[in-house]
């Protein structure tokens, strides 16, 4: 009986999930979505991505519950604006559904990713080699490697690798970090130095790539991660002053971030050239008011690569603020739950690792909403699991095995 509880315990919420996905893709345009069996086959790997995990210990269902609803979203919405990458986005899914039921036995004993930390650092540089010598370059920044039909953007994995990293390195000298004194040049850069590795990686996809929001969102998630561990702001405050020096450079050698940065002063200046992305998706903002102009109802197809970086807009247009402040609410309460399975590990690893993979998802979200409504110069990251991207969901289902993984742990402890 205790078994068939923790079974439906663990199902039902998935199940939620299809139902409301299933409402949501019923009010597809006709003939967006293609084949019926391939949506019937994500369904089954989504009730498969629960069910087949270890049913021991009693997790956070919530989790991947949500990745499911937000997906489902998406998929609607890029169906909206374009069927083409709407199709792809459903083989996406598939092959991110499958690599997350894969690497589930792996994710239950998650504290094994500690004992190759420098494999992660590897790992990220050959992919920058890889990506400066075969990426291809797509409106002034370089970000994907095509190989045959598949088109992969490296950063979105390069994230993960610097978030195990940094956990495993900072789990081991945190405290010799803490106590070291601001001063003391010698003693900071003996324990310093590897670690600023990770604000290196955003230094060089500024660079190297011309990226600032992924460069913004490592660095957002490296001063997050050093700062639970040492508490020592005096180095998240020098890390950031070297950055936004670095980042006023770039804006004034690369055109591309120069662009970036005047469309965000002022889009309005040039209405028919480079602000005309900008431009209209504020009036798609204007138009959607408090409660929105209803679904395919709007104009989204005014909105250049509006499945990728607009997604939200477009969104935002049809639902309104009410739907927008929904869709963020859902966001927030994923964060929220993997930050709180973080607060709840018994070992300083697994509550960095969990720290780091929220709050890299909560910045990337508050960095490209905080770009769409003009807080910031928009950048080229995805809104997780919505915009149209395959390399964005197979690291954000990554993600969120991982931390789903992570939080059963908890579970078990409490019930012992």
């Known amino acids: 009986m205790a078994a068939l509880t923790l079974v439906l ?8 999930a299809l139902l ?10 006709p003939q967006t979505l293609g084949s019926p069996w391939l949506l019937g086959a994500l369904a089954v790997l989504a009730l498969a991505w629960v069910v087949l995990a270890p049913m021991q210990a009693k997790r956070d269902d919530m989790l991947p519950a949500l990745a499911i609803v937000l997906c489902g979203l998406g998929l609607t919405l890029v169906a909206r604006v374009s069927p083409q990458l709407a199709l792809k986005q459903q083989w996406w899914l598939l092959v991110s559904l499958v690599i997350a039921i894969a690497v589930g036995p792996a994710c ?20 920058f080699v890889l990506l400066v010598i075969f990426g291809q370059e797509v409106n002034g920044a370089k970000l994907w490697i095509t190989i045959g039909p598949v088109h992969y953007e490296p950063i979105e994995l390069i994230k993960l690798f610097i978030v195990f990293f940094l956990a495993a390195y900072l789990a081991e000298t945190a405290d010799v970090i803490a106590a070291a004194r601001p001063w003391s040049l010698r003693a900071n850069l003996k324990y310093l130095g590897p670690l600023f590795i990770g604000w290196g990686a955003s230094m060089a996809i500024l660079i190297l790539q011309r990226d600032l929001g992924m460069a913004a969102l490592l660095l957002a998630t490296f001063a997050t991660l050093l700062y639970v561990a040492t508490r020592r702001i005096d180095i998240v405050v020098f890390g950031m002053a070297i950055f936004a020096v670095a980042a006023f450079w770039a ?9 970036r940065v005047a469309v965000w002063r002022d889009p309005f200046s040039s209405p028919l050239g480079a602000g005309y992305q900008s431009s209209q998706g504020y009036y798609a903002l204007s138009a959607g008011g408090l409660f929105g102009t209803g679904y395919r109802l709007g104009h989204p197809g005014f909105i250049p690569d509006v499945a990728t970086d607009y997604i939200y807009a477009a969104f935002s247009e049809e639902f309104g603020w009410i739907g927008a402040i929904i869709v963020l609410t859902a966001f927030l309460g994923m964060v929220r739950r993997m930050l709180a399975v973080g607060m709840e590990q018994p070992d300083l690893y697994a509550k960095l690792l969990a720290t780091g993979l929220g709050a890299t998802l909560g910045f990337q979200v508050f960095i490209i909403v ?3 409504i003009g807080v910031f110069p928009l950048t080229g990251i995805t809104l997780p699991f919505i915009s149209y991207g395959g390399s964005s969901l197979v690291a954000n289902f990554l993600l969120v095995s991982l931390v789903w993984a992570m939080s059963g742990r908890v579970a078990a402890r409490r019930n012992a």
Request: proline residues 6%.
């Open 251 to 259: 804006m004034h050698h690369f055109p591309y971030v120069q662009t």
């Open 20 to 29: 409301v996905s299933a409402v949501m893709l019923h009010f597809a345009p």
């Open 108 to 127: 239950a004993n998650v504290r094994r990713l500690a004992s190759y930390k420098y494999l992660w650092v590897l790992g990220s540089l050959i992919l």
């Open 9 to 16: 315990r663990r199902v039902l919420p998935m199940v939620v």
């Open 370 to 372: 905080g770009g769409v």
